[in-house]
């Protein structure tokens, strides 16, 4: 409430009134406008309602916001406001990468987009924002590393800097494996699960459908609760 009375101070400022004047207008005395001022009392629908008619603005004395600013207004589940501009949304597909089948990632595929804070992005995962995109892991072939239905930031500007897990496009399918460097330009593609058996990809001569789409460098789960039934 105290910031409230700050803008209100702030208004009758740029209107060069006293407090007892922008009082009359407002329909209240001195002294109560005084104490909205401090932040004592708050004022009611009506006091908004007669500065609003000599064009005060009364969204940004309660927000902070002002009625001419383009960017929208957005508040958390407590209430509280919420600077876009601190966050990067990710662009979420509708595709899996597996032991499986899989799809292209493309303009078609994409679902929704996840927020997450630049700042977090940039001092953990040490990544520019711009390159990352979200897709979903299925199977099991990376357990204890990465689980079924985990949801996957992939960082696509890292095509191969160094050993990792990664998500590559091969014959079709989009996989997520650990990808170990090795002479003469040769990879070796592997999984956690010892069920699958690694493989290595000449890159100097890859296969006709081999593509590196990029890093992954967070991991969410799918499910808080790995024990709940899978249809």
């Known amino acids: ?56 603005d009364v969204q940004y004395i309660i927000t902070g916001v002002k009625s001419d600013n383009p960017d929208p207004i957005i508040y958390d589940n407590a209430g509280n ?9 990710v662009p979420r597909y509708d595709v899996c990468a597996s032991a499986g089948n899989g799809s292209a990632i493309d303009s078609e595929s994409y679902v929704f987009s996840m927020a997450y804070r630049k700042y977090w992005v940039e001092k953990y995962l040490q990544v520019n924002y711009k390159n990352l995109i979200a897709i979903t892991a299925r199977g099991e072939s990376m357990i204890g ?43 070796e593609i592997s999984s956690t699960n010892p069920l699958y058996k690694p493989f290595q990809v000449d890159m100097k001569n890859p296969p006709n459908d081999f593509e590196i789409i990029g890093a992954v460098v967070h991991t969410e789960p799918g499910t808080l609760f790995r024990n709940r039934r899978r249809d």
């Open 145 to 187: 590393l990465i689980e079924d239905r985990d949801v996957m930031l992939i960082d696509t500007a890292n095509k191969l800097y160094g050993e990792g897990i990664y998500v590559i496009r091969m014959n079709g399918d989009l996989i997520v494996k650990s990808v170990q460097k090795l002479p003469n330009n040769i990879i």
């Open 81 to 89: 406001l919420v600077d876009l501009d601190e966050f990067c949304f």
């Open 1 to 56: 409430m105290i910031e409230i009375g700050y803008r209100i101070k702030e208004v009758r400022d740029n209107l060069k009134m006293t407090q007892k004047e922008f009082g009359e207008i407002a329909g209240v005395g001195g002294n109560a406008q005084m104490n909205y001022e401090k932040g004592t009392r708050k004022p009611d629908s009506e006091y908004f309602s007669n500065i609003a008619k000599i064009g005060c």
